[in-house]
RNA sequence: GCGCCUGUAGCUCAGUUGGAUAGAGCAUCGGCCUCCGAAGCCGAGGGUCGGAGGUUCGAAUCCUCUCAGGCGCACCA
């Protein structure tokens, strides 16, 4: 919507250019505002004011000789100037309906716009595979998700990958943990140390084990044990995920990319960014924005987590993506600038790479704490609050933050069916518009899914025209959205819209004697049934139509 | 000590990336169902935008300093 005014002013001050009124130069980008205030008009621009000192006047005569411009379109009603040099922007109704009338015809498809080309990786949950997911990783499934529709409808290419940290000592603990358990269940005796995996899921690995050992009359081993392990924790990680709506397409494994850990740490060689000290390898990060050097290489030999990310963002890049975004949990962020650090340090532009950080989930229960811990067993996991509050509030309360900020996650509050959880707000919305409709047609109303445009233009009331205009919004807030990447700002979009059509709704009669009336305030309903419901599944939020 | 994030209404948080009189929800108080869903609506009270300087036509937003909280500063992953 501010894309086609943003045009609109440029074109007016394009032609004043080539009719030599304005200074033949180019101009800084022109930014349209919606005013808070509607007396300002549905669009406002400070073009005149960033004008002044190019053109060398002052920012209210260049107003002038914009505004006569910008009057000029069919499409504006008037345009005026206000205090400092602000141009207000007022369109004519027939441009509202006429905007209404788009997007009945697009349905589905409105908020989503054309592709754009590009290609976008983004790496999300990436949880270890050593015990099924928590709170804290539904945070970053929540986030993650809606961020790749987001973008999704923004026009990018999205792919959605899971790191799956397959290598290192975790997992060999995690194989000991299923190894000790698998003989307690053949009645040995056993200790579990300090590192090793405790949760009762641990045993039923343990137990699958036994069997997938009796039938291939095979040996234990270290390797198996941990091999079964890992591929078991993955079944039950992504069948978390399932039930959370959430679906990756590409798994990469760390210990796949093995050959391309050497591969990558000899670039790095050649291009003289590594050093030999205390019998390690070191990567000379320090020179490249990052604290202090970083071992690549221990003095045992063994290869550092670091290596492996720094091979596994080589292979990123390498895949030809436009972007790569990883989203990480907050306790990572001292990690971000080594890792573009070795991004620099490979001759890569990271400027295509970026971090979402996701701050720590409190998990409250009336109030109070819940303690989490992994090893220990006692963690909340994802599977328990969705069974206990079900996926959409889960999603809405988690896409309710900016994802940067600490969340407070009450399950009583989220468990509530009541007007103080808001995402029963958005969902009644809808519900309440399905239900309308069905009444509508019950007195005989007729309800075309198509838009009559000779209906709509019954639609001149201000609140009429209100609702549109907020509906037109909606656009704006997708782009805005996958800019800035903050999904976030499409869930308080949805409460100001729902929050909007309530109130129309109580004050205005849609079902009337009035047919024409009738009929396009039956229009005007569905779109926002539309946008509610577009708008919630980029959130991955269902949309009832009885609640 | 260094770095990142966060300080906005009693509470939980938005704030269109420098714009016009700082906004929602919850909570509190007062109203609205003989009529399309009251999981709703209308109204009221409540603010030195942590603090102090600075930049300019203009600052919650940018810069510097400062205070408070969280999180990081591994040859762990």
């Avoid at 079900?390 to 989220?414: V, Y």
Wanted: glycine fraction near 8%; charged fraction near 30%.
């Amino acid at each position: 919507m501010r894309v086609r005014v943003r045009e609109l002013i440029a074109v007016a001050h394009a032609s004043g250019r080539s009719d030599g009124i304005f200074v033949d130069r180019d101009i800084p980008s022109i930014i349209v505002e919606k005013p808070k205030s509607e007396e300002f008009g549905d669009f406002s621009t400070n073009l005149a004011m960033l004008l002044a000192p190019i053109e060398k006047k002052k920012p209210r005569d260049i107003a002038v000789l914009l505004t006569e411009r910008i009057s000029a379109d069919e499409r504006v009603e008037k345009c005026e100037i206000a205090g400092p040099g602000f141009i207000n922007i007022f369109l004519k109704e027939s441009y509202w309906t006429g905007l209404l009338s788009e997007i009945i015809e697009l349905g589905p498809d409105f908020g989503k716009h054309e592709s754009n080309g590009k290609r976008v990786q983004v790496e999300f949950v990436s949880a270890n595979p050593t015990g099924p997911l928590h709170i804290g990783h539904a945070r970053g499934a929540a986030v993650g998700d809606a961020l790749c529709r987001v973008l999704e409808a923004a026009g990018f290419d999205v792919t959605r990958e899971f790191y799956i940290n397959d290598a290192g000592m975790q997992v060999v603990r995690l194989g000991e943990s299923v190894e000790l358990r698998r003989r307690e269940l053949n009645g040995e005796k056993i200790e579990l140390g300090e590192n090793h995996y405790k949760g009762d899921y641990i045993i039923d690995i343990a137990r699958a084990y036994q069997k997938a050992l009796d039938d291939s009359k095979s040996d234990p081993s270290p390797e198996a044990a941990r091999d079964f392990a890992v591929q078991a924790m993955l079944g039950i990680i992504k069948g978390d995920l399932a039930a959370f709506g959430v679906e990756f397409d590409t798994w990469q494994s760390e210990r796949d990319l093995d050959a391309k850990i050497i591969d990558a740490i000899d670039e790095l060689k050649d291009k003289g960014h590594v050093k030999n000290e205390d019998g390690a390898v070191w990567l000379k990060t320090e020179a490249l924005g990052d604290d202090k050097d970083r071992v690549l290489e221990k003095a045992n030999g063994e290869r550092t987590y670091f290596a492996s990310d720094i091979a596994y963002h080589r292979e990123k890049i390498r895949q030809g993506f436009d972007q790569i975004v990883d989203i990480w949990g907050a306790d990572h962020h001292g990690y971000e600038a080594r890792v573009r650090a070795a991004m620099q340090a490979l001759g890569f532009d990271d400027s295509l790479f970026s971090v979402i950080f996701i701050q720590m989930v409190s998990l409250l229960r009336d109030g109070k704490p819940v303690q989490m811990g992994k090893r220990s067993g006692d963690f909340v996991s994802l599977k328990q609050v969705l069974d206990e509050v079900g996926s959409d509030a889960c999603r809405f309360f988690f896409l309710m933050r900016k994802s940067d900020a600490q969340l407070d996650f009450d399950l009583e509050l989220a468990k509530k069916e009541a007007s103080e959880n808001p995402v029963y707000y958005v969902q009644y919305c809808h519900a309440r518009i399905c239900s309308l409709i069905a009444h509508a047609a019950d007195k005989g109303a007729v309800i075309s899914k198509a838009p009559n445009d000779q209906l709509l233009k019954n639609l001149v009331s201000r609140d009429d025209l209100d609702l549109i205009k907020r509906l037109s919004l909606f656009e704006d807030v997708i782009i805005k959205s996958s800019e800035v990447m903050e999904p976030h700002r499409v869930t308080y979009y949805l409460q100001e819209l729902a929050g909007a059509f309530h109130s129309y709704y109580n004050k205005n009669r849609v079902v009337s004697d009035d047919p024409d009336l009738t009929g396009a305030r039956l229009q005007l309903c569905g779109a926002v049934k539309t946008v509610i419901r577009n708008g919630l599944t980029i959130l991955g939020v269902s949309t009832p139509e009885k609640m």
